[in-house]
Each structure stands twice: as C-alpha cells, then as structure tokens.
Nanobody, 122 residues
Framework: QVQLVESGGGLVQTGGSLRLSCAAS????????MGWFRQTPGKDREFVAV????????SYADSVKGRFTISRDNAKNALYLQMNSLKPEDTAIYYC???????????????WGQGTQVTVSS
C-alpha cells in the first residue's frame, strides 16, 4: 500500500507558475514509477507526466511539453511538478499516482492521491 498526498495547488494568473508536491508513505517509494494526471468536470482523467522509479526517464503530454517538469526526490519520498507558463486550459484537479510499471495510461495506476485544484485565470 502506498499513500499519496498532493499539495501546492491554487489560483494563478495566465503565464504564472506553480509547483505541485506529492508526499508518499507506505511501501518503498523508490520502487514505483510516478505520474501526474489531471481532470476537469465532465472529462476523463488525462495523463500529464511520468517519471521512472529512478527519476532518469520522463515523459510528458504534448500539451504540457516544454512548460511542465516532473521530478522526484527518493530520499524525501516526494514527487514534484513544476508548472510554468500556465494557461487557462491547465485548470484542473491534479493527481499524483504510483505504479510499478512505467506507463502513461490512467487505468494502469493502482495508487492515487486525493488531488489538488489548480485554477489559471485569464
């Protein structure tokens, strides 16, 4: 079992930045690939970014590539998402998730946090 808690969401203007954090507890954090996903009302949850267990390999959705950076600190059991040049369409609830396999698919992930709201005003 892995417990995940997101933080760092909030209200920001277009072009601004936010840094999301995900604190993990339970089983060995460094054994899991970690992903960020987001969801808006009436839409399916979508992939944002993923990092391998070591943090060496990362992947991003095309919509955030070049603006968002995923990183992790295995010594602190923490995952981060640095979001720059934010746009109104980035408004969503952001979730971190854990899986033993490197994947961009929502349904592959077994452990999820409760989410943190990000709102970008125009």
């Amino acid at each position: 079992q892995v417990q995940l808690v997101e933080s760092g969401g909030g209200l920001v203007q277009t072009g601004g930045s936010l840094r999301l954090s995900c604190a993990a507890s339970g089983r060995t954090f460094s054994a899991y690939c970690m992903g960020w996903f987001r969801q808006t009302p009436g839409k399916d949850r979508e992939f944002v970014a993923v990092t391998s267990a070591s943090g060496v390999t990362t992947s991003y959705a095309d919509s955030v590539k070049g603006r968002f950076t995923i990183s992790r600190d295995n010594a602190k059991n923490a995952l981060y998402l640095q979001m720059n040049s934010l746009k109104p369409e980035d408004t969503a609830i952001y979730y971190c998730a854990a899986h033993v396999v490197y994947s961009v698919r929502v349904n592959d992930y077994q452990y999820w946090g409760q989410g943190t709201q990000v709102t970008v005003s125009s």
